[in-house]
């Protein structure tokens, strides 16, 4: 009776081992090396990121890109457009960043990450806008303080050359100068207001990509 009960015992583990064994081999066919290799890649690359190796990272994300574009192409993408548009990235790009994330919704239309890959194409766009609008200012304070220096150069040869200026055109030019300035320094209080806005946007950014980041890895296999 004994006998007969170890017997079955041992059949049956070897049933399980029989499924156990088969099992792997499916694994083994559903997940072949190179996707095996891929996903190693991708983990690199996302090491690397958080340690702020940026171009290490996005050594790794390009080589994903390449061997398996297929089913992880669209993560490539994200995090090579993660990687351009870090703020801490000494070589951050928002055009590429745009263009990585662009190609993510275009290529990869059925992806999970393609709802974010649009939040970050707007947010994107919105601080090229701003850098753009901050570029305008700078410039035209710059003509600005320019054309006081002119303008007071101008005054001081005058009053060198002809002492006979009287107080009221000298006076005109003091005011003119007042003017000018309390047009720079609004120019200034303008500027210093917009770059704190800059700063707050990129703050916003940061957060979003570590929620971003939360998300990834619940999408991550």
Not at 52 to 63: D, I, K, Q, V, W
Request: aromatic share 6%.
């Amino acid at each position: 009776m004994g006998q007969k009960c170890a017997g079955k015992r041992q059949y049956l583990l070897f049933r399980i081992a029989g499924c156990l064994i088969l099992t792997c081999l499916l694994a083994g066919c559903l997940y072949p090396p190179e996707r095996w290799k891929t996903e190693e890649h991708l983990a690199t690359a996302n090491y690397y990121l958080g340690r702020g190796n940026f171009s290490a990272s996005l050594r790794e994300s390009r080589t994903v890109l390449n061997l398996y574009p297929q089913l992880l192409g669209d993560r490539a993408l994200f995090q090579i457009g993660l990687i351009y548009s870090h703020p801490e990235n000494p070589e951050h790009d928002f055009t590429k960043a745009r263009e990585a994330f662009g190609a993510l919704v275009n290529r990869y239309p059925e992806s999970p990450l393609k709802p974010q890959a649009e939040m970050w194409i707007m947010v994107l766009r919105n601080l090229q806008d701003m850098e753009s609008v901050l570029s305008a200012k700078n410039q035209e304070l710059a003509r600005s303080r320019d054309q006081l220096r002119d303008q007071l150069k101008k005054v001081k040869k005058l009053q060198v050359q002809k002492q006979k200026i009287s107080e009221t055109k000298e006076d005109h030019y003091e005011k003119a100068i007042e003017a000018k300035d309390q047009q720079i320094k609004e120019l200034e209080e303008n500027k210093d207001r917009q770059i704190k806005e800059l700063e707050e946007n990129i703050d916003q950014l940061k957060e979003v990509d570590i929620k971003i980041e939360e998300k990834k890895r619940e999408v991550t296999p």
